[in-house]
């Protein structure tokens, strides 16, 4: 009668380099070592499949992802946080016989760690109350009658050309071919292709701002020689923190609770424009100083910092994203990809708070650290979009005293009409590009419906602003 014989492993150790070679029965067997391939029927995150349904081995294993199916914490088995835990004294021993080795320190020992909190905000963080709680936040006023006068006389002067814009809408959403769909087998039958294979949100918005850019930047070419003082950036990153106080009769004063708190503001930008020159300023003194007798929008019985998580490990800084002899640092305009945001409030008070970190770390370098209202104000424009829907907003930063909220306040200006009570409803109504635009509208001739020039015509405004 045949036996069976148990798994053998054979280690071989060349030039520093393991090798484990196993040999068993069953040829299933996953063995978790550093070869090229290795066997297994399960798929793993991060692996590539190779000849005979062999999968290579992840470039990094510490990354495969050992919970596929996203198993809730309520499943968690009972001793799962006492296998997990942390033991800082076994890593304190690595760290002395494995060199290089960086040890794992407990949070309220490493070198960042602040007794005082500080409440973050990255491209993460949604708040609750979106726009209202930015413009609190960054002690800003909303001015009435939309983007100021002199975007609004572009936005009719300039030509619009519609028939570019129309194609460069076709080509993102009609003729754009994903390469990572594209079926090379014929796997999928033809009317499945063609219905359930178009264009996602995240491949065809980078794609109508990137060409609506290139068509700004043609006209400036053509009218004017101030090309080249400007400069297009992507994904630059910007730091900035303050401190906000929040001084109201409406506060009622509660043991445990500080209405005086630290904030930071960490994003990174999908496009800027920056130039030689600063923008121009959108108000003029005398309107900045009637912001004194005008009031903060409210969210109470919420703290300002309601929905903003705190911590007490961070760095304090002031970073624009290039050194300070750049020969271009001044913003222009700001381009947001919000994809991911499906509501008006979110995406505008994301709008401000991009607006707010990369002028006030400008300020901070210009005037210093200390508290203030600015001789010279600072401007700066954003668009937001996501491919079909298009928000404006021009912010103008007067002062980077925000221990109160009385005095000179920070203006802001936006496309979208607004309502009074700005913490219940939700009316900021943005600017169509179309409303709809498909391979299924075979009933419509160009196969999209509802195309509007005001979205091209407002972006184009606030892209050749100062240029003209």
């Not at 499945?192 to 701002?209: A, G, M, Q, S, V």
């Not at 996501?386 to 005095?407: E, H, I, P, V, W």
């Not at 590009?433 to 606030?462: I, K, M, N, R, V």
């Amino acid at each position: 009668m045949n036996s069976v014989l148990p798994k053998q492993h054979i280690l071989f150790v060349q030039n520093g380099i393991q090798s484990v070679f196993a040999k068993s029965v069953s040829p299933s067997v996953v063995i978790p070592c550093r070869k090229r391939v290795y066997y297994g029927s399960g798929k793993h995150k991060g692996g590539m499949i190779g000849r005979y349904g062999r999968r290579k081995y992840p470039p990094n294993w510490r990354a495969v992802n050992f919970n596929p199916a996203q198993i809730p914490k309520a499943w968690k088995p009972l001793d799962w946080d006492e296998k997990n835990r942390i033991d800082y004294e076994y890593e304190s021993k690595l760290a002395q016989y494995i060199p290089g080795y960086k040890p794992k320190v407990p949070p309220h020992r490493r070198e960042d760690h602040h007794d005082e909190p500080m409440h973050a905000i990255d491209n993460e963080t949604c708040s609750s109350y979106g726009f209202p709680q930015a413009l609190a936040l960054t002690k800003s006023v909303v001015v009435e009658g939309g983007l100021p006068a002199k975007l609004q006389e572009l936005q009719k002067s300039l030509p619009n050309p519609e028939d570019k814009v129309i194609k460069i809408m076709q080509n993102a959403l009609l003729f754009d071919v994903d390469p990572c769909m594209v079926d090379t087998k014929n796997a999928v039958k033809r009317y499945k292709f063609d219905n359930f294979r178009h264009p996602t949100p995240e491949r065809y918005c980078p794609r109508i701002l990137k060409e609506f850019v290139r068509l700004c930047d043609a006209h400036i070419c053509r009218v004017s020689d101030k090309y080249h003082d400007r400069f297009n950036m992507q994904n630059l990153p910007c730091k900035t923190w303050f401190q906000r106080a929040e001084k109201t009769s409406e506060n009622v004063d509660i043991l445990d609770v500080s209405y005086d708190w630290k904030v930071s503001i960490d994003v990174k930008t999908f496009m800027q424009l920056l130039s030689k020159n600063p923008l121009s300023l959108f108000a003029t003194p005398d309107e900045v100083e009637e912001t004194k007798n005008r009031e903060l929008v409210s969210i109470y019985p919420k703290l300002l910092i309601h929905s903003i998580k705190p911590t007490h490990n961070y760095t304090p800084e002031h970073t624009t994203g290039f050194l300070e002899t750049w020969h271009k640092p001044h913003l222009h305009t700001m381009v947001l990809n919000t994809t991911n945001d499906h509501s008006s409030k979110k995406t505008m008070g994301r709008m401000l708070f991009h607006l707010f970190c990369a002028l006030h770390s400008r300020a901070v370098q210009q005037y210093g650290e200390t508290p203030q209202v600015l001789a010279k104000p600072l401007a700066a424009q954003a668009i937001a979009s996501d491919g079909r829907q298009f928000y404006a907003m021009t912010f103008q930063l007067n002062t980077t005293d925000l221990k109160d909220d009385s005095g000179v306040k920070n203006m802001v200006w936006t496309s979208a009409p607004l309502t009074d009570d700005l913490q219940i409803e939700d009316q900021y109504t943005p600017t169509l590009l179309f409303d709809e635009c498909s391979p299924l509208l075979s009933y419509y001739p160009d196969y999209y419906h509802g195309y509007s020039p005001d979205a091209f015509a407002t972006f184009q405004a606030l892209w050749l602003n100062d240029v003209l």
